[in-house]
T-cell receptor, first 118, second 111 residues
């Protein structure tokens, strides 16, 4: 149980275009999902917290107009990178929190999406 | 704010034991996690500590000292497949269950 999927697993796009990444909790409901970005050989940096039915909360330094997050249901959150530039190339990982579970396994990570902007 | 430090790289021999340290400074501690991450993959959960002491799970153990802001992950009977990055992450009380990750330690297991 507790599987999180991401789609696509990798994407290449041209500079200036927008890319949407989906994060789904497959067998549990996720009130909260988290979006991370990871540059090569660096650790995960939290970008934003996505809450079902409400606006996302962005970390300091993350442009909310560039990284649009929508959490329309308890099993789906989307991250749209608008007007992508080469510096946005990164590994984007989502995690989902199983609502009502306060134990150590409460965040389940998706397999990640490799974005390359040319 | 939070500050989490780990060694950048470590090398160990197959069959040996390795200890990866993590020090942290945070306002309001509510748990420390260790994750394993292979290149290009998502992190996988290894262990969780919220109280002082040692948590053992098979070949992996994790220790926490809240007063010292210190944790370590101990890997026994190292195998080649243990070559990966090991991430220490701290959950802050009142932080909405957000995790702040350390810099990660790249472990290389050699023959």
């Amino acid at each position: 149980g507790a599987v999180v999927s991401q789609h696509p697993s990798w994407v290449i796009c041209k500079s200036g275009t927008s890319v949407k990444i989906e994060c789904r909790s497959l067998d549990f409901q996720a009130t909260t999902m988290f979006w991370y970005r990871q540059f090569p050989k660096q650790s995960l940096m939290l970008m934003a917290t996505s809450n079902e039915g409400s606006k996302a909360t962005y970390e300091q330094g993350v442009e909310k107009d560039k990284f649009l997050i929508n959490h329309a249901s308890l099993t789906l959150s989307t991250l749209t990178v608008t007007s992508a530039h080469p510096e946005d190339s990164s590994f984007y990982i989502c995690s989902a929190r199983d609502r009502g579970w306060e134990g150590p396994y409460e965040q389940y990570f998706g397999p990640g999406t490799r974005l390359t902007v040319t | 704010g939070q500050n989490i430090d780990q060694p950048t790289e470590m090398t160990a021999t197959e069959g040996a034991i390795v200890q990866i340290n993590c020090t942290y400074q945070t306002s309001g501690f509510n748990g420390l996690f260790w994750y394993q991450q292979h290149a290009g993959e998502a992190p996988t959960f290894l262990s969780y500590n919220v109280l002082d002491g040692l948590e053992e799970k098979g070949r992996f153990s994790s220790f926490l000292s809240r007063s010292k802001g210190y944790s370590y992950l101990l890997l026994k009977e190292l195998q080649m497949k243990d070559s990966a990055s090991y991430l220490c992450a701290v959950r802050r009380a009142g932080g909405g269950n957000k995790l702040t990750f350390g810099t990660g330690t790249q472990l290389k297991v050699e023959l």
